[in-house]
């Protein structure tokens, strides 16, 4: 699993435990909400229960059994006594792994605040049941009881409670991936804390989740910031539970902007508190993360030990998704050890877990590194079907921000047409009053009537003048917008949405009767290339999204030389990019692709004090295919071309991989040839063509790296190139 998306065990522990995600849990352990005491309270009960949620966060059984023993002593105390109490009881059972008794803890709370009519005492117990449900992987019904729960504390005066709120539901926007909704939430709990003079752990725990959310937003220089005021904070309170948070959360930083010594040192630091504070869920995460770091580092030996070893943790508190991310880690650093089969049955256990917990962020980062791991120890198809998966999910969470991002554009265009439809209504007011003045003075004195009309006059036409630029600008915004529909901001090529009504509109004219359908030969036909970038993500990681960004500028661009000024060239999605040639020479299909691969490979990125070279690989073919005399329609000729590329990126990289044609259709479906396109090429219904790029085998002068593949013969078919 990649130390970016794995730190964030380390970042979700932020304030105690990995599985709250960037939310929830944390929340309650860090932010547990404890409003001052009233007068009329029994000062020392009262005290005596912030003991205990303290000492809960890090020994959760002992806190328990004392926890108990007061139980009989709140039986008369006011309200916020026994609700703080059950609130309390709620949070030890679910750390303590009861998770059972700690929901009914919770429902007994909310029940208790409806019979009082508290919104306070109600907020408080849907946050607390949200907590556990949350800790039972229920992720969409704990998410709404937090948004029931910011409802409900709307208008209460408990500046702690609505602190708790604001930094409960901030975490559960960026659950969501919705991170300027998170944003705005925890920056409003944070500036609610620094106002809570009577609890300083309020400050210490909205602090950590706001340097969490920043981690994950890549504002290094903000999380910096905010955890230089979190260590400042944690140290006063001169606990040593408090700081090993702190530490988690520092390393969770570190590891995500390439800091691996300061981050293997604040988790060293961190787990030897925790040992001595007997806390054993935090030292299960603290072990995951030190296995993650041993992961970059590939010594896998070592990585292995401390996944086993936070296993064995779990067992003892019933972690669950601590549990998953340490078997993630296992199964790579086996996979690192040659241990094929256990290492595969570890990493499906902990993805297992990210699918039940809906974390698509995290399920995709451990999809991408496990089809690579499977491609370094040769399970070629393992690594196929991985990387399927991971670009669905891809395509999913692309084609989501991409709504996202029209969502914001259309609303900012909404805003000021607001705007200048509230100024236009003020200048109608304004010459609807001036006029009802003109008719009192043109009673009143005649002889001004001329002037008073020419002065109307003068006020009409300049309000035509203004309406007409109103209209003007209007015309030209909505060009704006439909440009920016239409285009990928970033590479300024088409967008997936354009060329699919693009294709659309010439469905038809790609389907020509059967009988006026040219022959194979010489002739001219479409083609479609599909194309992605070798090993993008390393670029990313190694440095940093600007760099991968000019690497996706540089490739469109190269495009637009290699290819004509008629060819539609459109950003697919993430690093993938699709050609399309409306006309070409059907035996210049494959020159295409070779001057696409080395066109690519032989530019140099100057990058800071980098110089960047890539390679991609591409999939293609001619369009439209017509097997059986029957034109497939576009989504499945892209769909075909897909599978082309990674049988490519299977097979080496930097090269191409073609489909030709078909042959004895009859015997067999598209349906089965889309299922496994080796396979079909193996039996002989598929021809293919690989193009190698520029550096890969070199040939005598005279020759092309253009190679038809034909059918293999039987004896043959174990050694073939695929």
């Known amino acids: 699993m990649d130390n970016r998306e794995r730190q964030l065990a380390g970042i979700r522990n932020g304030w105690w435990l990995v599985h709250a995600g960037p939310r929830a849990l944390a929340a309650a352990v860090a932010l547990a909400l404890t409003p001052a005491a009233p007068h009329a309270e029994p000062a020392s009960l009262y005290a005596r229960i912030l003991e205990v949620r303290e000492q809960s966060r890090f020994v959760p059984d002992k806190a328990l059994t004392q926890l108990l023993k007061l139980r009989a002593e709140a039986v008369d105390a006011p309200p916020a006594t026994q609700a703080e109490l059950l609130n309390q009881l709620s949070v030890a059972n679910m750390r303590a792994g009861h998770s059972d008794a700690a929901l009914a803890a919770a429902n007994q709370l909310i029940a208790y605040g409806k019979s009082l009519r508290d919104d306070a005492i109600v907020a408080k117990g849907q946050m607390a049941k949200g907590y556990v449900l949350f800790d039972r992987a229920e992720v969409e019904a704990s998410h709404q009881l937090s948004f029931d729960a910011e409802k409900t504390a709307a208008t209460s005066s408990n500046l702690a409670l609505r602190s708790q709120v604001a930094v409960t539901v901030g975490q559960t926007y960026a659950e969501m991936g919705n991170f300027p909704a998170a944003l705005v939430k925890l920056q409003n709990g944070v500036d609610m804390a620094r106002q809570v003079n009577d ?105 292995a030990q401390y996944a086993n070893e936070s296993l ?44 039940q917990e809906n974390n698509k962020p995290d399920l995709q980062a451990a999809l991408r590194e496990y089809g690579e791991a499977l491609e370094r120890v040769g399970d070629l198809g393992g690594a196929v079907s991985a990387y399927h998966r991971e670009r669905a999910l891809s395509n999913e969470l692309f084609e989501k921000q991409r709504r996202q991002a029209m969502l914001e554009l259309q609303e900012k265009y909404e805003t000021e047409k607001k705007q200048r439809q509230i100024q236009l209504l003020r200048q109608e007011n304004q010459v609807k009053g001036a006029e009802i003045d003109n008719r009192r003075l043109q009673q009143r004195v005649w002889w001004l009537l001329a002037l008073v009309f020419a002065l109307a006059s003068v006020v009409v036409g300049l309000l035509y003048r203004k309406v007409r630029h109103a209209n003007a600008q209007l015309e030209v915004k909505n060009l704006e917008l439909k440009a920016q529909s239409t285009l990928d901001p970033l590479t300024s090529l088409y967008n997936r949405r354009h060329f699919q009504d693009f294709m659309r509109e010439r469905q038809h004219a790609d389907q020509p009767p059967p009988d006026k359908r040219a022959p194979h030969g010489d002739d001219v036909v479409g083609a479609l290339f599909l194309l992605d970038v070798d090993h993008f993500k390393h670029i990313n990681d190694r440095y940093g999204h600007a760099a991968g960004d000019a690497v996706l500028r540089m490739i469109a661009e190269n495009l637009r030389v290699v290819l004509r000024e008629t060819d539609m060239i459109v950003r697919w999605g993430g690093e993938e990019f699709l050609a399309f040639l409306p006309a070409i020479p059907r035996h210049g299909v494959d020159e295409v692709a070779r001057r696409i691969l080395s066109g690519i490979s032989s530019q140099v990125i100057r990058y800071q004090e980098h110089q960047i070279s890539v390679n991609v690989s591409v999939g293609f073919s001619p369009y439209p295919l017509a097997p059986a005399n029957e ?66 085998e070199p040939r005598p002068p005279g020759h092309s790296n253009v190679v038809p593949l034909k059918r293999p013969s039987p004896e043959a078919a174990q050694n073939s190139p695929l």
């Open 199 to 303: 609890d300083p752990v309020m400050l210490v725990g909205a602090l950590n989740a706001l340097v969490t959310l920043y981690t994950q937003m890549k504002e290094y220089d903000k999380a910096s910031a905010a955890l230089e005021e979190l260590l400042t904070e944690t140290e006063k309170l001169r606990s040593p539970g408090r700081m090993a948070i702190a530490k988690n959360t520092e390393y969770g930083l570190a590891i995500d902007s390439g800091q691996p010594k300061r981050a293997l040192r604040a988790l060293l630091q961190s787990l030897d508190l925790e040992r001595k504070l007997g806390a054993e869920r935090m030292i299960g995460v603290t072990l995951v993360n030190l296995s993650d770091s041993y992961l970059k580092e590939h010594d896998y030996p070592r990585a």
């Open 312 to 355: 064995r943790s779990t067992q003892l508190t019933n972690d669950k998704s601590v549990e998953a991310t340490a078997r993630v880690n296992l199964g790579q650093a086996y996979l690192g050890m040659g241990r094929v089969a256990e290492g595969k049955k570890q990493y499906e256990a902990g993805m297992a877990r990210y699918e």
């Open 631 to 696: 034109a497939l329609p576009w989504e499945r000729a892209v769909n075909l071309i897909d599978m082309a590329l990674y049988l490519a990126k299977a097979h080496g990289r930097n090269r191409a991989y073609g489909v030709r044609g078909f042959n004895n259709f009859q015997r067999t479906s598209m349906e089965q040839i889309e299922q496994d396109l080796e396979g079909a090429w193996r039996a002989g219904f598929v021809e293919l063509s690989v193009v190698l790029g520029g550096d890969q």
